[in-house]
């Protein structure tokens, strides 16, 4: 009869391909968790790029931080910026929730971004008091500069920080926002694609139904596409920094 640790490696392993062995298994009883750090644009980046990732490691026993690098101040029409950023702020806690994740935001503004020396101490700090195994952010090449913005401050703190964390970058809107992307690694979100999508329906100022099935942002057939590439049902599809890509 199997053990319980070798019946977790098991389920985890057929949960993630090609991440550290680190995390291919739950932590038992006295042994040290494991810290997972997210960081997004904007409330709903993060739980689009890698939500149904995030909710297999939180779901695992990990600790789970999504950094949100502004509050989405200028994402919905017609609503000042303060108002928006309170809607979509409670849109990004419940989000968490569902996620067994814990938001932060670092508080820049949403369209007006910056990369300078001071907002790179600022993420550093942020994600160094974490004190991560794993993070996770967007791929650099993306058509949003707030986007950019997140990636390029998160990779800035992985060198300051002596790359003492594994860094993966996430993608959204193929194609129309991230551009040449080329996996590195996958998982296998089947078992939690309904919790993912939860997550992303959260942010109902942001119709998460295009989000998941309009012309410029699919969702659905991107975790179908990179389900198919790895033949399960559903995935999400990361590079990782250093390894088998462009970067």
Request: proline share 4%; glycine share 8%; with cysteine.
């Amino acid at each position: 009869m199997p053990s319980r640790r070798d019946f977790a490696r098991y389920t985890l392993t057929a949960a993630v391909m090609g991440l550290p062995s680190l995390l291919s298994a739950a932590p038992l009883p006295g042994e040290k968790k494991r810290k997972i750090v997210c960081v997004g644009g904007h409330p709903d980046d993060p739980e689009t790029g890698c939500g149904g990732t995030l909710a297999l490691l939180s779901g695992l026993g990990h600790d789970v931080t999504i950094i949100y690098l502004t509050r989405g101040e200028a994402g919905i029409d017609g609503t000042g910026h303060k108002e928006a950023a309170a809607i979509r702020s409670k849109e990004a806690e419940a989000a968490c929730r569902i996620l067994k994740a814990k938001p932060v935001f670092a508080g820049q503004i949403d369209g007006d971004t910056v990369v300078n020396n001071e907002w790179v101490i600022t993420m550093k700090d942020l994600i160094a008091r974490e004190k991560p195994d794993i993070v996770f952010t967007h791929w650099p090449v993306d058509t949003h500069k707030d986007h950019q913005s997140a990636s390029l401050l998160t990779i800035q703190s992985w060198e300051k920080l002596n790359k003492s964390f594994d860094l993966y970058f996430f993608e959204v809107c193929t194609g129309n926002q991230t551009r040449g992307f080329k996996p590195t690694d996958y998982v296998n979100i089947t078992t939690v694609q309904d919790q993912k999508r939860k997550a992303v329906y959260c942010h109902t100022s942001q119709g998460p139904d295009d989000i998941y099935n309009s012309d410029d942002c699919n969702h659905a057939l991107m975790e179908a596409f990179r389900g198919k590439e790895i033949n399960v049902k559903a995935a999400e599809a990361f590079v990782k920094l250093g390894g088998n890509s462009i970067v």
